[in-house]
């Protein structure tokens, strides 16, 4: 499936650490994806990501669900835990799903359980200010944190769906205090989802930790999209600030087709795919007289 030359160079390569993301802040931009099993994760990887993210999405991209509210820590975890098999040298950050970490001994026990059972080597959260106190006790047991603000999907009832934030100047100004609760707090980065790009540009400013947008222009440390939206894998809705880099949705229909086509034609298995018998073996089993049942 994906190439081995390139899959052994990216198992040489240096895990990128939560230290080296930060480094990255002024230096270079930072690329994430979400991935949510062994092969994406493979995929992301080997294209070179920097941070891959089972994010909470999967709830709608992977399960079906109308949004992300419903997926457990559980389900989590079992993705968390294929995708970090694949992945090799990208930080993988697990996304703790809702009411999950609503208080702190809960995000403690989240925590704990992506990093010991998911292998992830960071967590998610959604919030800012009044998260802080999860992200501090999180990040003083030795569990990195990504914090999220703007956007935050497992707010949707409060927001009243899936709708920008941060339009206008006061909603910027808290915006600002959530980032800068967030970086004293202990996060060693901050996602910015569906935010103007004055907002995500005053924020990128405001701290000292790498802002990562989506739908947030092209001002902020690095850049995350949702895998099934980037190559065209999920067609409900895609969110104006996706941009499809492929069409494999579209392909891998027309592929199934072809097969279901071919099987009903008998062109599959050709040949190629077929298992012969070694010449002596198919003389002796010609020799085996068998009974068939009468009908
Ligand atoms: O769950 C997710 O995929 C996310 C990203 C959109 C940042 O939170």
């Known amino acids: ?31 994430c ?66 009411m999950s970490y609503c208080t ?16 992830a080597r960071a967590v998610k959260l959604e919030g800012g200010a009044p998260v802080a106190p999860q992200i501090k006790a999180l990040t003083e047991a030795g569990i990195p944190v990504m914090a999220h603000v703007g ?6 009832a409060k927001f009243g769906g899936f709708k920008a934030q941060g339009k206008s100047a006061e909603a910027t100004k808290t915006l600002i205090k959530d980032a800068q609760a967030v970086e004293a707090a202990g996060a060693f980065c901050v996602v910015l989802e569906a935010i103007p790009v004055e907002a995500a540009e005053l924020i990128t400013e405001a701290v000292s930790i790498p802002t990562i947008g989506i739908g947030a222009g092209n001002v902020t440390d690095g850049q995350i999209l949702v895998y099934h939206d980037t190559l065209g894998l999920f067609d409900r809705f895609t969110p104006k600030f996706v941009r499809r880099f492929a069409e494999l949705g579209e392909a ?22 077929t298992l012969y018998m070694p010449d002596d073996q198919l003389t002796q089993l010609r020799k085996i007289k068998i009974k068939h049942k009468k009908k």
Not at 46 to 62: C, P, R
């Open 1 to 31: 499936m994906t190439d081995t030359k390139k899959r052994t160079s990216v198992d040489k390569a240096a895990p990128v650490t939560v230290p080296g993301i930060q480094a990255m802040k002024g230096t270079r931009k930072i690329c």
């Open 33 to 98: 994806i979400t991935a949510y099993d062994y092969s994406s994760g493979i995929i992301a990887d080997t294209a070179g990501m920097d941070l891959i993210l089972v994010g909470d999405s999967l709830a709608m991209v992977v399960l079906g669900h109308e949004d992300t509210l419903s997926v457990t820590v559980d389900e989590m975890i079992h993705h968390i835990r294929a995708t970090s098999r694949g992945a090799k040298r990208a930080l993988v950050v697990g996304d703790m799903p809702f």
């Open 104 to 119: 702190v001994d809960r995000a403690l026990e989240t925590g704990r359980r992506f990093i010991a059972e998911g292998h």
């Open 151 to 156: 956007l935050t999907p497992q707010h949707i």
């Open 252 to 273: 891998a229909g027309s592929a199934l087709t072809r097969y279901c086509e071919d099987v009903r034609r008998g062109t599959f298995p050709g040949d190629k795919n």
